[in-house]
Structure formats: C-alpha cells, structure tokens
C-alpha cells in the first residue's frame, strides 16, 4: 500500500522530538532535486541511522573509509542503534519528530517510514544514475519492488549478495573446541547427542578457570530470543527459518511456527535441560552483554545461536590465546528424519539501505551508493587497500600471513583499523563464490580462504569430523528448493490496523509464555504450553495469519510471476 498514510505513532511520541539526534536532517524544507546531482567528488557529508549495532564503526577513519571519501568526496556522519534495539524505537522517534537522516538502513522498520512518507521511491534515481546497481541486480530487479499494489523502490537490498553461494556454516548449534576433542569429537546430530556432550564434560569439569561451567546459555534479551530461542525450534524441527511463521510450501499458508506439535517438543527438550540444571538459569534474565560476558570467560560449553550473534565475545577469547574455547558448528535436529534448511537459498532479497526526503541531494547519495556496487567499490570494501590488505600474485588476490593472522585472531582491532566488513549495507554486492572479470573471488569467503581463516584448534576438529569446512556438515542447499517468498523478515507488514495490534500481543505472550514453559515443573509443561497456543488464537493470531497468508502469496506472485490464489 502506498506510503502516504498518516503515521499513527506520532500522537503518541510527539513528546519525543527532542531525543532526535541534531545529526538528522529535517524533512519539512527539503528541497529534493532528482536530476542535476553533481558528479564531481567535492566534499559532503551524508548522515546515516543503521538499526543494527556496529561496535567496530571508527568513524570512516580506518583505512577503507578513507578509500572512499578520497574517492566518492562523501563522508558518513553514522549512528547506529545500540543493544539488540533492532532500530524500532529510534525509527519510531523519527516518525513521530519528522527528522531523518539522509540515509538509512531501517530493517523491518521500513514500512513505518514509508506510511510516514519519509522514503524516496528510488526507481528513477536508480535507472537514471545507477548503472552499477542496474548491473548487479539485473533480473532480480523485480525484487527490490515494494509490493504489487505499490511497485516502488524503498530500499536496495545490500545485506544479500547476489548469486551467493555458502561455503561454510556460522549457525547451528555450536559446542566448544576444548569439548569436542576431549571427548574424542563425538556425533552430534539430535538434541539428544547435544545434551549428551555437554553433560559428560560438566560432569567432569564443574568449574572452568575457577568459574562453574556453564552447560548451555541462551539471549533472551529483546529481540534476540528469537535467534538463540524460538528460531531454533523451527530448525530443529525442519522447516527454515521464516521469522514467527511457518509457510506452507504447497499452499503458501501461514501460520505463528509455535502452532507446530513438533517444536512443543523442541521446548519440551528446553524445559528438561533447565530441570537437569544443564540450562543457564540466568537466560532469561541476563542481559546481552552479560551473556556475551560469560562467552569471553570461556565457561559455556554450548550455545544454540549464529555466529554473528555471539562474534564479539569469540572474538574475545581469540585474542586471549584461547582457540579452544571458540566453537564449532552441528546441525542439530530433533531426530534423524528431520533436516536442518540452514542452507535453503532465499534468492535476492533480503534489508537494504534507502534514501529519505530529507536528503538535499538524492543524486549524489544514489551515486555514492552506485560506486561502492561497482567493482572497485565492492573490491575496496571486502579485500581492503592493495599493497596493505592483500597483494596481487600471478594475477590472483592474496592476503599475507601477517594480515591473515590479525584479521583471525585480533579481530575487533583489525575491523577498527582496516574498515574492511564495516560497509557492506552501504551498496549492493555479489555474493560469495562470485567472480570478476578478472577471475578473482569478489569476497574473502571462499573455500582456501575460509580454510586459511581457520584456528590450528578448528581445523584439527574439523579434520577428525573428515571435513574442510562446517558446511561439509550440514544439508547442502540442493536438498532443498529456492524459497519462492524470499525472506520474509524483509517482507513489510501492515503499521496500522489490526495486524499490528494482534502482532504486538502475540510477541508479548511469546516472550512471556516460552520462558515460563521452558522454566516450569516437568508436570506443568503441557499446561503451560497448550495454554499459551490458546491465548494466541484468543488475541487474533488466526485472523493476523490470515492477513499474513495473503501477503506471502502476493509476495510470491510478484517474485515468481505465478498467479497465486
């Protein structure tokens, strides 16, 4: 739906405008000209919001970030969200103020933007001046479209590479180094084998560098229950990970995944290892920098997350010498007749950075934008400065062993310093796998230098799981078909109306019933949890999944062409 519908939040947080950062222009004088950008690199500065935390981000004054303003003229004037936020209560401040950045990467607070109309339809600025967008993106055009009753352009999907192929797995659940070896690096397949690894090596080791061990340890700090809790269920169980749905392949229906008789078993499984005493009984209660803090100690012996997750905390031990600490990746399902779909292609979609009214010149930001999706741009920001980064030999990128052994192992430095991985939501990308013209891998992660990135503690690991990467472990995505719905986290829900009502209410049962399920009795589980299926359906649910089916089979028909009914 079109995005001009007065934004129901701002009678609510007009009291907030003054908590808008003084960085973000305002929308009321903005004199938008969409044809004369300039193309010289004069200086200029662009504010930015991105609603994901960016703890390394120096200001542009790392290496690559220089690279670009030498060759764009732009500098960046960032913020970023902090915490696990995910940008939702910024962006509702900005909707209400009326004051935006130039830029923005909203996530999936775009569409309260959009009915704000705070968003530029990108479309022409794309066709007029950006060939290198145009280029990329080619046939996956169609996907950067908003909707088939709104067909613009909000957003350009920068957090998925085009044509990206996996070549190694950072999800799953993860079981730590030292634990693996200790126990002679024992199969782990089932919930059942996971458990199983943690229990043997707590009870041998209770405490760890004078701190009791800690078996297994969940995020359950705001949004991030969803990736260390209530997403796995779905894993675990078979189906890939469609935020709070479950998507009928053959009839596109939806449903909130927590209906599935199979996952009650998965937090079933939850209820039993906090009863064992095997589960950190602080996960529900800690916050995420207490958890992360418990990480880096090298105490927690399991994890059920993804590696982008609980990265700084890694990070952490490896600059404390402590390889063995860091953790390896399984596949773990319920049982053995269920796959893990962490592999299923999505295809192109996925979050995207936009341009908003406030901007003065949308010409040079879609330019700015173009140059760093060309080749040179997309060279610069995943390999780094030539002669520093990596050299060219017999025609080939390579990184030094110098270089290579402070990106793995002082790795939070090596991001501050270099900028390398600091802006890849700046411009659309080729995925990894893809090649140059000139034969070179676009990215850094491919087979020899994911291998090369290794711990001597992960390849020995691997090697004993006669594997080369953890991909090797896992379903490879030909088991499975392209998701014809893309990723539906990126797909925007209605802002207004009942959907968001029911939405909100059935979010605050979930993270007030699954923790109460998971922390209850052994007796009181079922109760707990076929209550909490019943106080869904009573605030809505079948009616917001209902509306949520229809949005899924348009997405489809959009994405596909096929006349979905």
Request: net charge negative.
């Amino acid at each position: 739906m079109k995005g001009k519908r007065t934004n129901k939040l701002a009678a609510l947080i007009v009291s907030a405008m003054l908590l808008i950062s003084a960085g973000c222009s305002s929308s009321g004088d903005s004199a938008v000209n969409y044809e004369t950008g300039k193309d010289e690199t004069s200086p200029i500065t662009f504010t930015f919001f991105g609603a994901d935390a960016s703890p390394n981000w120096n200001n542009m004054q790392d290496d690559v970030g220089k690279a670009i303003t030498a060759k764009t003229g732009v500098t960046l004037e960032a913020e970023y969200d902090v915490g696990s936020g995910g940008g939702q209560n910024k962006i509702a401040l900005m909707a209400a103020s009326g004051q935006y950045p130039d830029l923005i990467y909203a996530k999936g607070e775009l569409g309260a933007l959009i009915d704000a109309g705070a968003i530029l339809d990108l479309t022409d600025l794309i066709d007029k001046h950006a060939p290198n967008i145009k280029k990329v993106m080619s046939e996956n055009m169609n996907r950067m479209k908003y909707s088939n009753d709104d067909p613009a352009i909000y957003a350009i999907p920068t957090n998925v590479g085009v044509g990206e192929q996996i070549f190694d797995a950072t999800s799953g659940f993860q079981v730590q180094l030292r634990v693996l070896k200790e126990l002679g690096y024992p199969e782990i397949k089932t919930v059942q084998d996971f458990e199983n690894v943690l229990k043997e090596y707590a009870a041998k080791h209770p405490t760890t560098d004078g701190q009791p061990t800690i078996p297994l340890t969940l995020n359950a700090d705001d949004w991030k229950i969803m990736i260390t809790v209530t997403n796995q269920a779905a894993f675990t169980t078979g189906i890939p990970g469609d935020g709070e749905y479950y998507v009928n392949p053959d009839t596109y229906e939806a449903m909130l995944h927590y209906k599935r008789p199979e996952e009650k078993e998965y937090f079933r499984w939850l209820n039993h290892m906090y009863n064992e005493g095997l589960l950190d009984k602080d996960s529900f209660v800690q916050k995420e920098d207490q958890y992360k803090a418990k990480i880096a100690s090298g105490r927690v012996l399991g994890l059920t997350s993804v590696k982008w997750e609980y990265q700084d905390a890694e990070n952490a031990l490896k600059t404390a010498g402590k390889e063995e600490y860091t953790y390896g990746h399984f596949p773990v399902t319920m049982g053995e007749q269920y796959k893990d779909h962490t592999m299923q292609s999505i295809g192109v979609d996925g979050y995207g950075i936009s341009i908003t009214t406030a901007c003065k010149d949308p010409v040079r930001a879609i330019k700015f934008i173009d140059w760093l999706s060309s080749d040179e741009g997309q060279v610069l920001r995943n390999w780094g400065i030539e002669g520093k980064h990596y050299n060219i030999e017999d025609g080939k990128r390579v990184i030094p062993t110098d270089v290579l052994n402070q990106k793995v192992n002082d790795a939070t430095n090596f991001t501050k310093q270099s900028g390398i991985n600091l802006y890849p939501i700046f411009g659309v990308r080729y995925g990894d796998g893809v090649k140059d013209s000139t034969g070179n891998y676009y990215t850094t992660n491919f087979p020899e230098q994911i291998i090369a990135g290794y711990s001597d503690a992960e390849k020995e690991t691997l090697a004993a799981y006669n594997a080369t990467t953890w991909k090797d472990l896992f379903p490879s995505k030909d088991e499975f078909p392209v998701k014809e719905w893309g990723a539906l986290y990126n797909m925007q829900v209605p802002t207004d109306g009942d959907y968001q009502i029911i939405y909100k209410k059935t979010q605050d049962i979930v993270r007030k019933r699954i923790p109460e399920a998971v922390l209850a009795k052994s007796g009181d589980f079922d109760k707990i949890y076929d209550a909490f299926i019943a106080e869904l359906n009573q605030v809505g649910a079948e009616k917001m999944e209902q509306e949520y089916t229809e949005l899924v089979k348009a997405r489809v028909s959009l994405f596909t062409g096929k006349d979905v009914q």
